[in-house]
């Protein structure tokens, strides 16, 4: 079955305590995508990666890291969490096909984080 | 100004009714665009990407209007199950940009 997968799901942290939330895709793809969403704020892009060893920033990069060193992985690293990065983490990979109205974003379904 | 922006709601109707959501964008260099929908706690889920020429599947119709930078979406003949919350989304070189969302609630 293609999927994205996250874990953990759930995770209630302390301020200061590196964490890493894992996202593994099973379709191949080249591109994977780390979203939060926020009430009223929708889902905004931390970081994304064209591919291998390929990452770049999003709209809100900061306090955030990502490495890309397989196609399939692609793991969101909080070195020192804060409690502003309390909230919902959605994990997306897609592939590039010629027609971009089918690059479609497959989501995981999500990681519910929450900084103390 | 955000890259893509939605009508606030939330939009609130009942069972049989026709609604409309329009998203407009800024980024004029934005490739393809998409709806998706969100069931609460839960992943986006694709609904329709957005074609020039407007597209349709069963009660839903998606259009893009290039000139003015909007995408719209048309749900008609509103069901209970329809009830979630909308998201736009256009990508730019690979990067996908989602609107705030829009929550639909339809009712008996």
């Known amino acids: 079955e293609a999927q994205v997968t996250q874990n953990p799901r759930y995770l209630i942290t302390v301020t200061g305590k590196k964490l890493t939330v894992t996202c593994s895709q099973n379709?191949?793809?080249?591109?994977m995508s780390w979203y939060r969403q926020d009430p009223g704020l929708g889902l905004r892009q931390i970081y994304y990666?064209?591919?291998?060893?390929?990452?770049d920033k999003g709209d809100v990069p900061e306090g955030y890291k990502v490495s890309r060193k397989e196609k399939r992985n692609f793991p969101l690293i909080l070195e020192s969490p804060s409690p502003n990065q309390t909230s919902l983490y959605f994990c997306?990979?897609?592939?590039?096909?010629?027609?971009?109205?089918?690059?479609?974003?497959?989501f995981g379904a999500g990681t519910r984080l929450s900084v103390l | 100004r955000k890259e893509v922006e939605q009508d606030p709601g939330p939009f609130n109707v009942p069972e049989g009714a026709t609604v409309a959501f329009n998203c407009t964008y800024s980024?004029?260099?934005?490739?393809?665009f998409f709806w998706y929908r969100q069931d609460c706690r839960k992943e986006p889920k694709l609904l329709m990407s957005?074609?020039?020429s407007g597209n349709e599947d069963g009660r839903f119709t998606a259009q893009l209007n290039r000139a003015s930078q909007y995408i719209s979406l048309l749900i008609r003949d509103s069901k209970l199950s329809d009830s979630a919350t909308y998201l736009c989304?256009?990508?730019?070189?690979?990067?996908?940009?989602f609107g705030q969302g829009t929550i639909l609630t339809v009712h008996p």
């Open positions: 997306a990979s897609s592939s590039y096909v010629r027609d971009r109205a089918k690059n479609i974003q497959y």
């Open positions: 379709m191949n793809h080249e591109y």
């Open positions: 990666s064209m591919n291998v060893e390929v990452t």
């Open positions: 980024n004029s260099a934005s490739q393809s």
């Open positions: 957005v074609y020039s």
């Open positions: 989304g256009g990508t730019s070189y690979g990067k996908l940009t």
